[in-house]
């Protein structure tokens, strides 16, 4: 159905949501909803404000992204 590749991009963690959740900035200034993919998840993965990271989106969403790992 959806056969179409993830959008992969860095983005800077702007501020932590909840443990699993965080705002980040695009390259771009656009602010978006990421949340950790379920490897950083099992890992208990923790980001801080300023932080870089490898993001994934789809490319029919661009406000919400997984968070693959630091950049």
Known sequence: MF???PVRTTATIEKPLDSN???AA???GKIV???LSK????AHAVF???QQVHLELTPYDFD???I???A
């Open 3 to 5: 056969d179409d590749p």
């Open 21 to 23: 959740l965080y705002h």
């Open 26 to 28: 695009l390259p771009n």
């Open 33 to 35: 909803i990421a949340h």
């Open 39 to 42: 490897a950083l998840l099992e």
């Open 48 to 50: 801080e404000a300023g």
């Open 64 to 66: 919400t992204a997984r």
């Open 68 to 70: 693959m790992g630091l």
